[in-house]
């Protein structure tokens, strides 16, 4: 398995352009996660999907937008890129069974580095 | 919702015990977590405690869990200097994790 991979590693935008950052898991998760973590900070949720067709706003949404056709993919798109978007972004998927259950480890992917200028 | 709160920094020595300590809000987590970033990586699970637990033990790591004050701590026996990393505790209810900012170890020899 590659567990969950991210593309790309790294990226630098103008302001105004936009992107999709990738995320894929081999691991049939049902749940999938988009994170922003800015220097010397903790990670903040962005979006997170419940499954494949179902998305929903994390705690700092705005300037995003997310879909998720697929129970692999769950691509994050930036439309109008500013510079308070530089950051490192983790994608992470779980599963979560229906009702209580074995621990819902997060696994994560390795990160994309984005600067926006 | 969930908040998380914990310690920016601890610098320890070699050999010396680390303890991480971590203060959250929303008592219906039914698990609570310390994940582990190593420098330009992803969060890796370290180990967790289910909420009806007080204490859980996993060879150098113990995890002590306060219900009432609401308390989290991990502690590290005989650190090493390849336990520096961030350490992020975490808890929520299923799919919707909030982290603390992390907490960076920091290991002299």
């Known amino acids: 398995n590659a567990g969950v991979t991210q593309t790309p590693k790294f990226r630098i935008l103008k302001i105004g352009q936009s992107m999709t950052l990738q995320c894929a898991q081999d691991m049939n998760h049902n749940y999938m996660y988009w994170y922003r973590q800015d220097p010397g900070m903790g990670l903040k949720l962005i979006y997170y999907s419940v499954g494949a067709g179902i998305t929903d706003k994390g705690e700092v949404p705005n300037g995003y937008n997310v879909s998720r056709s697929t129970t692999e993919d769950f691509p994050l798109r930036l439309e109008l890129a500013a510079p308070s978007q530089t950051s490192v972004y983790f994608c992470?998927?779980?599963?979560?069974?229906?009702?209580?259950?074995?621990?819902?480890?997060?696994?994560f992917g390795p990160g994309t580095r984005l600067t926006v200028l | 919702g969930e908040d998380v709160e914990q310690s920016l920094f601890l610098s320890v020595r070699e050999g010396d015990s680390s303890v991480i300590n971590c203060t959250y809000t929303?008592?219906?987590?039914?698990?609570l977590y310390w994940y582990k970033q190593e420098p330009g990586a992803g969060l890796q699970l370290l180990t967790y405690i289910f909420s009806n637990m007080d204490m859980k033990q996993d060879q150098r790591l113990t995890v002590l869990l306060n219900k009432k004050d609401k308390h989290l701590s991990l502690r590290i026996a005989d650190t090493q200097t390849g336990d520096s990393a961030i350490y992020f505790c975490?808890?929520?209810?299923?799919?919707?994790?909030?982290f603390g900012k992390g907490t960076k170890l920091s290991v002299k020899p």
């Open positions: 929303d008592s219906s987590s039914t698990y």
């Open positions: 975490g808890g929520g209810s299923q799919g919707n994790l909030i």
């Open positions: 992470a998927s779980s599963y979560s069974p229906l009702a209580g259950g074995p621990v819902e480890e997060q696994f």
